[in-house]
């Protein structure tokens, strides 16, 4: 059975809004885009490595494979992200899009938890969401989420979408790993308890 990991860039206050450039997220009127750049080289090149190397699917929220797809297919092989992305298999939930060209990707367009829970069955290792606030919203409510990595950066913006929402009933994490940068991020990797 494979797990499913949230792995997210966040700020101290937990937005997760326009983490790469100035207009990648602009609803609401948000301002701060790109507010992640200058905490991109303090991440430790080995912080997320365990994590790639058990990843063995993507999953993604429609606008961030959009996103996502216009990227990294077009980066040297030799970048580890770009050679796992371009690699494995990933699936977009998405009820617009009707054909995809990144190479690997179904789309998945019916029930999300009983498509994503489907995907879980289906062999070992984890499948990595990345960003895609919604859907992040929607699996941890679903109780599909098993596990989180987030890298919170020290920065309060104050506005913005954030990740946590309302969830039906409380949940108990388990700290499996605290990494730091010398710029005061920290990668935090947590498991669900029962």
Not at 117 to 123: E, H, N
């Amino acid at each position: 059975m494979q797990t499913l990991r949230l792995i997210e860039f966040l700020t101290v206050d937990g937005v997760m809004q326009g983490l790469g450039s100035p207009d990648e997220d602009r609803d609401g009127g948000f301002e701060h885009g790109g507010w992640g750049a200058p905490y991109a080289e303090g991440i430790h090149p080995d912080a997320g490595a365990s994590g790639l190397s058990a990843t063995t699917a993507y999953l993604f929220g429609r606008r961030t494979y959009e996103k996502m797809a216009a990227f990294w297919p077009h980066q040297p092989a030799d970048n580890p992200i770009a050679a796992s992305m371009n690699a494995l298999p990933k699936y977009v939930v998405t009820r617009t899009l009707t054909s995809v060209d990144w190479a690997g990707t179904t789309i998945l367009s019916g029930d999300v938890s009983e498509e994503v829970a489907a995907l879980k069955t289906d062999g070992d290792g984890t499948i990595a969401v990345l960003g895609s606030g919604v859907l992040a919203r929607s699996l941890l409510a679903a109780g599909l989420v098993d596990g989180l990595q987030l890298f919170v950066h020290p920065l309060l913006l104050g506005t913005g979408k954030r990740l946590f929402g309302d969830l039906p009933l409380p949940r108990s994490l388990r700290l499996e790993a605290v990494d730091r940068t010398e710029l005061g991020s920290v990668m935090l990797s947590y498991s669900f308890e029962g």
